[in-house]
């Protein structure tokens, strides 16, 4: 699917997407590039991100500047180095702090390993805090007065879920509170914090955790009041939506874009309604 010349949305800003080697990450980071923003892909793996930078240029061949970096966001340092690589092109202006781990081994109180809820935290929440703070001194070092930060969470956050997965529930917890406070606290310096919340989503790393385990999914499926899962591609509007000035009054925000799965009592019967192409695929 060719995508249009870059609309402006986002023209002249500076943005990083972390966990941009696919799914909402990749999505992001090809309306990013439409919407005219200098895109810098990061993900921890080289080769994802090989592939994604070359899906970016296909779809968007007008783009005016993409290029990738491999970070592991659990590392300060790496992300310290992430944000700082942009201080050539006159400091970061968006951070997308998406990268995150659903692992398989993620269970209930009992049965989830201390070794993955410590994994689990040091992607899942400090990557969001690493990113945020790298952020927050690249705006000031460039005497930035806009800035937005953006942090994926999760609908699980916002409801609970009896299918368990303990360590990423508290993890997307976390992203919300610490998310809030930044709002607050940066917020007479210009710089914009918002958790976007998704709910489960046709994407790899969801659709890889449930596999082939239909009552697993099933269960899942049944409280969309759109009959199936969201597509990567309507959270990366929503996050363009964000990182604009569109958005300018829209701070500390859970920005829950979940089909109305959260909202729904009974869901409704009938055919499912009709998913949106992702562009990335």
């Keep these: 699917m060719a995508a249009t010349s870059p609309r402006g949305r986002l023209q002249g800003k500076n943005a990083i997407v972390t966990g941009a080697g696919g ?3 990749l999505e992001t980071s090809i309306l990013f590039a439409r919407e005219g923003a200098n895109v810098l892909m990061a993900d921890v793996s080289a080769p994802a991100l090989e592939k994604a930078l070359a899906k970016v240029k296909e779809v968007v061949p007008t783009a005016p500047r993409v290029e990738t970096i491999q970070c592991d966001v659990s590392k300060e340092a790496q992300v310290q180095a992430m944000v700082e690589a942009q201080d050539g092109w006159g400091g970061t202006d968006v951070i ?3 990268a995150g781990i659903m692992h398989a081994d993620d269970d209930d109180a009992v049965g989830t390993p201390e070794k993955i809820w410590d994994l689990t935290q040091n992607i899942n929440v400090k990557g969001v805090w690493f990113g945020s703070k790298h952020a927050v001194l690249s705006l000031r070092r460039h ?4 800035g937005s930060i953006i942090n994926t969470a999760s609908v699980v956050a916002l409801v609970g879920s009896a299918t368990p997965q303990l360590a990423y529930t508290a993890s997307k917890g976390a992203v919300l509170a610490l998310t809030r406070e930044l709002s607050i606290v940066h917020a007479r310096e210009g710089f914009r914090f918002n958790a976007l919340c998704p709910a489960p989503l046709n994407t790899p790393l969801l659709q ?10 099933f269960r899942r499926e049944v409280h969309f009041p759109t009959g199936r899962f969201g597509e990567a591609i309507e959270q990366a509007h929503a996050v363009v939506f964000l990182a604009s000035d569109e958005s300018s009054f829209v ?16 869901t409704p019967e009938g055919p499912p309604t009709a ?7």
């Design 23 to 25: 799914g909402i990450g």
């Design 96 to 98: 997308f702090n998406n």
């Design 143 to 146: 005497k930035k007065t806009r």
């Design 208 to 217: 890889d955790w449930l596999g082939d385990d239909q009552p697993k999914r």
């Design 251 to 266: 701070n500390g925000a859970d920005f829950v874009v979940d089909g109305g799965m959260s909202k729904a009592y009974v």
């Design 275 to 281: 998913a949106p192409q992702n562009l990335g695929r």
